[in-house]
C-alpha cells in the first residue's frame, strides 16, 4: 500500500512539474501569452493619451530602445554580406557577377604572372591577391567616397526638411523634395526611403533603414530622431535643426582632427617608405652588394622576415593615426 501511495505522488509531482514547465513550451502557450502581453502593452500606450505619451519617462525608454536597437546594429554590420557591400558600393552588379569578374581577374593575372617566367607560387599568390584583394579593395574605396559625398550634403539636405517643416508640408513631401532635387547619393537612397511608404512600411522604419543602406553614424541619427518622434510626438523641426548643427560640428571636429593629424601621417609615411627607398638607392649604386638578398635562400628569408615586420610596423601606424567619427 505504501509503495503504491508513494509511486501515485510521485506520478502526481513528475505530472505537475511536466505540466507547468513543459507542457507551456510544446503547446505554445507561452508564446501567445507573450504576444498577448506585447498587444495589451501596446493597446495601453496608445489609449494612454498624448500627454501620457509626452512624459520623460516614456521619451527615457523611447531613447533606450532606440540606442539599444544602434548598439545591435552596430553588432550586426561587423560581418556585412557581399550583396550589401556592393549595394554600399553603389554598384548596379549581382553578387553573381562580382564573384565571376574577381575570379576572371585572378585567372587573368595568374597566367600573367605565368607566362613572364614566375614561380608557380608568385602566380598564384598574384591570383589570389588579384581575385580577393583588389575586388574588395575597390569596393572599400567605392563605399568610402560614396559615404563621404553623402555626409557632405546630408545636413543641407535636413536643412531643406526642416525648412519644408515649418512652411506647413509634411515629412513625407519634405523628403520627395530631397529624392528629387538633391545630388547622388543622397537622391537615390531618400528616393528608396519615399518608395518603401508607398508599399505600407511607416515613415519612423523607412527612416531608420536608411541606416542599413548607409551605414554612417549620421544616418542612424536621423532615423532615431525621425523614429522618436514618431512614437512620442514633438517638435520635429526643432529636433531636426538640432541634428545637423550637431552634424556640422561633427564635419568640422573631423576636418580638424585630420589636420592635426596630418604631421602623424606624413612621419609614418615617411618612415614606412624609407627602407624600399634605401634598397633602390643601394641596388642603382651597388647591385652586386644587394643582389644576394634575392639570389641566397638566406637572403630570401630576410627578405620575408623585414618584410612581415615592416607591415606589422604599418599596421601599428595606421592603428595610431586613424580616428574614428
Known sequence: MNTILLFGLVAVAVGGVFWVLVYPMLS????????KQAVTRAMSAVQAG???RQTPRVRRENVEESLRELEGRRAKARSVPLSLRIAHAGLNVSKRQFIMFAVALGIAAFVMFFLIGTSLAAALAAAFAASCGLPLWVLNFLRKRREKKFIDGFPDAIDVIVRGIKAGLPLHESLKVISAEAREPLKTEFRTVVESQAVGVTIGESCSRLYERMPVPEANFFGIVVSIQQKTGGNLSE???????VLRDRKKM???IQAMSMEAKASAAIIAALPVAVMILIYITSPQYIELLWTHRLGHLMLAGSAVWMTMGVIVMRKMINFDF
Do not use: D, H
Not at 28 to 35: D, F, N, P, V
Not at 239 to 245: C, D, K, P, Q, V
Open 50 to 52: 498624448g500627454k501620457e
Open 28 to 35: 505554445g502557450e507561452r508564446k501567445a501569452e507573450q504576444r
Open 239 to 245: 529636433a531636426l535643426s538640432n541634428l545637423s548643427n
Open 254 to 256: 573631423k576636418a580638424k
